[in-house]
Nanobody, 115 residues
């Protein structure tokens, strides 16, 4: 089992920045990749960014150049630095950890970007 706890959401104006954190605990040695997803009201959950155990990153086209995913292995924490935020970035952001065929989810953190 893996437990994930997100932090860092909040309200920000258009063009502002936020940094989300996701602290992992439990059986974390087998984590192959971690990522961030988001779900806006009335929409499906979508992938935002991911980072593998080897440090390879991947981003949704909508956030490339604005968001950066990183990891601190010593703290078992993954971060999502979000810059130049837009109202369409408003959503609940979820952290995910992938181990073989299983995906573990955090509880989610609200990000609201006002226009």
């Amino acid at each position: 089992q893996v437990q994930l706890v997100e932090s860092g959401g909040g309200l920000v104006q258009t063009g502002g920045s936020l940094r989300l954190g996701c602290a992992a605990s439990g059986s974390i040695s087998g984590i192959e990749a971690m990522g961030w997803y988001r779900q806006a009201p009335g929409k499906q959950r979508e992938a935002v960014a991911a980072i593998t155990s080897g440090g390879v990153t991947n981003y949704a086209n909508s956030v490339k150049g604005r968001f950066t995913i990183s990891r601190d292995n010593a703290k078992n924490t993954v971060y999502l630095q979000m810059n130049s935020l837009k109202p369409e970035d408003t959503a609940v952001y979820y952290c995910a950890a992938i181990i073989t065929a299983n995906t573990y989810w955090g509880q989610g953190t609200q990000v609201t970007v006002s226009s």
